[in-house]
């Protein structure tokens, strides 16, 4: 593969290397063998919210050596590098929760916002066991209580792409992450 380029440009900001990809996968493998182990006997049913966490999540089942299940929830609070504070959810779970072991899967939990908002009304639902991972959280940003059961990696509180995250719809596709650089 080829060396990631040191920074990029999307749309007016430039970011900068942050974590290799190697870095990711090895990590991922590590929650998928705690969730399998966690859950040996069960189906697991993975809650992935959209659209950061398509790719964590794809990687995340592959990590987990049981059969499992996948939905989707859609939502959004951010708009451009900042949380609009106000939560939308554009696509809803099909699957019903109740009994199920459930595992909300995040790219990223900044504010806490999106989680504090969504698990009571997972919750509701009765689930058997309903648990999070997330592949980052910003321990400088976090204002909720939430219990994260599987965590990738604590990173400092800057704005990051790659792997599934974007700013304003661009950098998903890169197998790297980025963080911004103060320099733009
Ligand atoms: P929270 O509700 O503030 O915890 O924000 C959660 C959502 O905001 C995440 O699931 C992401 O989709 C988005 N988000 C938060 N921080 C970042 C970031 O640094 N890069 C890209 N998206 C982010
Ligand atoms: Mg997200």
């Known amino acids: 593969m080829p060396a990631p380029s040191p920074t990029i440009q999307l749309h007016d900001l430039r970011f900068r290397s942050f974590m290799a990809a190697e870095t ?21 049913l993975f809650l992935a919210i959209l659209n950061g966490a398509f790719i964590f999540t794809a990687d995340l089942i592959r990590a987990c050596a049981l059969p499992s299940e996948v939905d989707f929830m859609r939502l959004s ?20 929760l109740e009994g199920r072991h459930v595992i909300i ?23 058997a066991s309903l ?25 400092p509180n800057a704005f990051v792409v790659g792997y599934g995250l974007d700013y ?11 963080q911004l650089d103060d320099q733009t």
């Open 77 to 96: 609070s951010y708009d451009g590098t900042a949380s609009s504070g106000q939560i939308i959810r554009h696509l809803d779970v099909v699957q019903n």
């Open 131 to 155: 648990e999070v991972a997330t592949l980052l959280l910003k321990p400088g940003a976090v204002q909720h209580e939430l219990p994260i059961h599987y965590l990738g990696f604590e990173i």
């Open 105 to 127: 899967v995040e790219d990223i939990i900044d504010s806490g916002q999106t989680m504090a908002h969504l698990l009571p009304q997972l919750q509701a639902q009765q689930p």
């Open 168 to 178: 304003r719809g661009l950098g998903r596709h890169l197998p790297d992450l980025y």
């Open 24 to 44: 990711i996968r090895a990590r991922v493998r590590h929650l998928g063998r705690s969730i399998a182990e966690r859950h040996s006997g069960h189906t697991p």
